[in-house]
């Protein structure tokens, strides 16, 4: 089975600007298959959202641990949150607060805010 990620982007955003085409190279040189998707058109839905932020490790510690992950997965001026349903609440009502851009790898369950953009080789090294 070819591996897959998935780019939730935006192409008006510098590192995002910066980070697909690191990518695109990747999934050209290792030849998995790279999913690119303008989050603000196409949203994560709830359940998405919810994935990514436990692949980001959500929901696996303490409280505290939990609510600086789900704030980290959203833009700096984006309200305060402290739990995955809130996090999910704030990219529900708008979804240009959520950070970017985001890799997944759905089938490994690992996910990563590519900030800055060279963070993409994290999400690629394995496959």
Same mark, same amino acid.
């Given at each position: 089975m070819t591996a897959s990620l998935t780019l939730y982007h935006n192409p008006k955003c510098g590192?995002?600007?910066?980070?697909?085409? =690191? =990518?695109q190279?990747?999934?050209?040189?290792?030849?998995?298959?790279?999913?690119?998707?303008?989050?603000?058109?196409?949203? =994560?839905?709830?359940e998405q959202v919810e994935q990514v932020l436990t692949f980001l490790g959500a929901g696996q510690g303490?409280?505290?641990?939990?609510?600086? $992950?789900?704030?980290?997965?959203?833009?700096?001026?984006?309200?305060k949150v402290s739990s995955i349903a809130e996090a999910k609440k704030v990219v529900?009502?708008?979804p240009a607060m959520m950070q970017r851009? $985001?890799?997944?790898?759905?089938s490994a369950k690992k996910a990563m805010v590519c900030r800055p953009a060279d963070l993409i080789y994290?999400?690629?090294?394995? =496959?």
């Open positions: 590192t995002c600007v910066t980070a697909t085409p =690191l =990518l190279k990747e999934a050209e040189s290792k030849g998995f298959e790279l999913e690119m998707i303008e989050f603000r058109y196409n949203p =994560l839905t709830p303490n409280d505290e641990e939990t609510a600086k $992950i789900c704030q980290n997965f959203l833009r700096k001026d984006a309200p529900a009502d708008d851009p $985001i890799v997944v790898n759905w994290e999400m690629t090294k394995d =496959l």
